[in-house]
């Protein structure tokens, strides 16, 4: 609006002042100085106008958006009514392409309190000056980016249909600084109980649970599209078998190093880019360490996390990813115990402010507290959860090494490296894609070393091995292990390991050709009852004749995600446990055989089927509750199929008197979910007190054989015994 009288210069300047005043008194607030500020807007009574704006999907100062990756924009309004406005608030993004118009949690609008409120659009919350949430959460669509590059049309408008009178309706649009939006590639994490031989594993429920816990703190705080991370757990542990089975810190350590190679060649083999190992509560507790988790300093792509501590897989991960694997952030951030760097964002999925209304502060989950007991209460506190985070060096770090890159075939080389320069190389597997872990150019105190048929170098790929002590510097181990993938060159002949000084360690020829394998059995189409041993049989052939070693998978979701049931396994057959399987149409089995580089696979030709099986027989009753003998009554028995096949079995009614007779017996096949109601007639002889007993053939793989059967105690009077007055005796002694 221009201004037109003398009145209006003065008024137009106190209007500043009072601009300027605001906008510095609201930079106390703990979300303000990440904003775009707005300085100069004129102030009008009864006004609506932006001071600032920002997206965010984690953290507040990301360098780039992530595509597809839930989001939403934090909105700072001025308000210079006397009341709560409702607002209807617009959003324009995505270069362009999507409009919202957030209507608040009612449909009539956002509430807007006098003064200064702070607005996360979509969904909420709404924060007045004070930080306090004014207007909690509601139902809204996230937004997410489907395009990359730079987005310079993102807009917010307020009262898009300009249903509120205000002074000035030409302050209500505000233009976002331009911002980068990335593309980042996919993220896959196989989670797997583990313990060592002779402990107990966590529990199948726990490790389901706490993995989808790590699963969505890892979603919230990585910079990865949602839909880009996908989770596999395999129910069957990993059990360790000691190398080193003495009691000592340095033998836990390097069984420790160990599994956490093995769980990631589980992982790697099986298409995933991490293998975590869940162990027990308390397990690192147990061996004499305050740890919750471990990541060795040899990069193998496998980490170890206390099942109950959710964060802490985001923390092991972040080590893979090279995020101060050599130390802890703690070690170099000023906090007295050590934390990480303090940190604040939004949990976009759970609509919440970092840190909490109930928190001081949250710091950032890489780094780490030499206060046992206080990080136990911190770290997954139920009140403190997100009291962990993502700090901006982390995220932005993160979001370097998920760029997209190319995703050729791979070679995956993994093994055992002695101080001395011994090595014990694993058999090795070749990958149809993923992001190799080792680039050309890349260098370390050894190297790879692929070469042709000639002798001739192909290309060289460095990577550095540490056998420091991770927690005491001042120690060696004798040995480390070692798991990476490489980009996969045709013409390679040969495999070497060679150290600094250029000296062939070990070498691995590859021959001619590649192992044929054939599934035989389950091969689609099979249904098979959960809780069975499954044998799963193959044949397999290698022209060169070189050993075969096999790794088996399955996939309950038509070949999208693969689960390993062994690996390295040398015999032609298998007895596949199902006891911890969940039901579904949709399984496939994978045999994959390796000649020590060669790889091929065969998998089922079409899908099959594992069920439970559960029959419960849940009732009998009586037709008539005080019978006499001779006298015939009905007997309803009630039976339910619980599980998810049907079930063809025998029913069978006897009674206790008579040297435990059959009353009846009947052939019964229920479909799934359907329950029902036999009548059975019976006419007992004699007086006296009776076993009413139903029960059911045995039904095989039945996952509660407890409840086929049922039984009711009865008593029956003579005829001389019909007199109201004697029924009086034996009413107590009917059901039970």
């Known amino acids: 609006m221009k201004r037109k009288t003398k009145s209006f210069d003065v008024f137009f300047i106190i209007s500043i002042s009072i601009c300027a005043f605001l906008v510095c008194t609201y930079a106390l607030s703990p979300c303000f100085k990440y904003f775009e500020v707005t300085v100069d807007v004129i102030l009008f009574p009864n006004d609506l106008y932006i001071i600032g704006a920002k997206p965010i999907q984690t953290i507040w100062d990301a360098k780039a958006l992530v595509k597809s990756k839930l989001s939403v924009i934090c909105v700072t309004v001025r308000s210079t009514f006397e009341e709560r406005k409702f607002v209807e608030i617009e959003v324009t993004y995505d270069f362009g392409t999507k409009k919202v118009i957030d209507k608040g949690p009612e449909g009539f609008g956002v509430p807007i309190d006098p003064g200064i409120n702070t607005v996360f659009i979509p969904g909420g919350p709404v924060l007045d000056e004070n930080g306090n949430i004014i207007q909690q959460p509601w139902t809204a669509p996230f937004l997410w980016w489907a395009s990359t590059g730079t987005d310079d049309t993102i807009k917010i408008r307020l009262d898009p249909g300009n249903k509120i009178e205000e002074a000035e309706e ?335 360690l070990i070498r691995r020829v590859i021959s001619d050709y590649v192992p044929q394998v054939n599934l035989i059995s389950p091969n689609g189409g099979e249904i098979i009852r959960k809780g069975s041993l499954v044998t799963i049989s193959w044949n397999a052939t290698d022209p060169d004749g070189d050993k075969l070693y096999y790794t088996i998978l399955f996939s309950n979701d038509l070949g999208e995600t693969w689960i390993p049931i062994v690996t390295d396994w040398s015999k032609n057959t298998y007895s596949w446990d199902t006891s911890n399987l969940k039901d579904s149409s949709d399984y496939l089995i994978r045999v994959i055989a390796t000649d020590g580089f060669n790889t091929n696979y065969d998998e089922s030709d079409s899908s099959f089927s594992i069920f439970t099986t559960d029959i419960a027989v849940t009732n009998i009753t009586i037709s008539k509750r005080f019978p006499v003998a001779n006298e015939t009554i009905d007997v309803y028995v009630t039976l339910e199929n619980r599980g998810n096949t049907t079930e063809t079995f025998t029913l069978f009614l006897n009674y206790t008197r008579l040297i435990d007779p059959v009353l009846r017996e009947k052939l019964l096949t229920l479909n799934p979910g359907e329950i029902t109601i036999l009548n059975l007639t019976w006419t007992p002889n004699l007086a006296g007190r009776y076993k009413i007993l139903a029960y059911t053939s045995e039904i095989p793989e039945d996952i509660d054989p407890s409840n086929n059967r049922r039984e009711i105690t009865i008593y029956v009077r003579s005829q001389a015994s019909t007199g109201g007055a004697s029924s009086m005796g034996f009413r107590r002694c009917l059901l039970k």
């Not at 599994?259 to 589980?266: D, G």
């Not at 991960?317 to 000023?334: A, M, R, S």
């Open 170 to 504: 030409r302050n209500n649009e505000y233009l976002l600084k331009p911002i980068k939006v990335v593309d980042t590639r996919e993220f896959r994490v196989l989670f797997i109980p583990a313990c060592y031989e002779g402990e107990q594993p966590p529990q199948a429920s726990y490790v389901e649970g706490n993995s989808s816990k790590s699963a969505e703190f890892l979603r919230a705080t990585y910079p990865l599209a949602e839909n880009e991370v996908t989770i596999g757990v395999r129910f069957s542990p990993y059990v360790h078998k000691r190398k080193f089975p003495i009691d000592a810190a340095w033998a836990h350590k390097l069984d420790m190093i160990l599994m956490c190679k093995n769980i990631a060649r589980l992982a790697k083999i099986s298409e995933y880019d991490r293998g975590v190992g869940m162990v027990p509560a308390d397990w690192f507790i147990d061996k004499g360490f305050y740890w919750y988790g471990v990541t060795p300093r040899t990069r193998t792509d496998g980490c170890l996390a206390d099942h109950l501590h959710w964060t802490v897989v985001s923390h092991e991960i972040g080590h893979t990813c090279g995020l101060w694997l050599d130390k802890e952030e703690g070690d170099v951030c000023p906090h007295p115990w050590g934390w990480g760097y303090e940190t604040s964002g939004f949990w976009v999925a759970q609509r919440t402010i970092i840190p909490r209304q109930n928190e001081q502060s949250a710091y950032c989950f890489m780094g780490y507290q030499t206060s046992y007991e206080a990080q136990k209460f911190y770290i997954d506190h139920p009140i403190n959860r997100s009291g962990r985070w993502i700090c901006s060096h982390c995220y932005n770090k993160l979001l370097d090494y998920f760029k997209i890159g190319d995703d050729p075939s791979l070679i995956l080389l993994s093994g055992l490296i002695f101080r001395n320069g011994t090595i014990v190389l694993d058999p090795i597997y070749t990958l149809s894609r993923g992001t190799p872990d080792l680039q050309e150019g890349s260098t370390g105190n050894y190297k790879v070393t692929l070469l042709d048929t000639d002798g001739r170098i192909i290309k060289e790929f460095g990577f550095n091995v540490s056998f420091v002590d991770y927690f005491d510097p001042d120690v060696e181990l004798n040995l480390t292990s070692f798991l990476f993938t490489l980009p996969f060159f045709d013409g390679v002949k040969e495999v070497q390991i060679r150290n600094a000084s250029d000296y062939v």
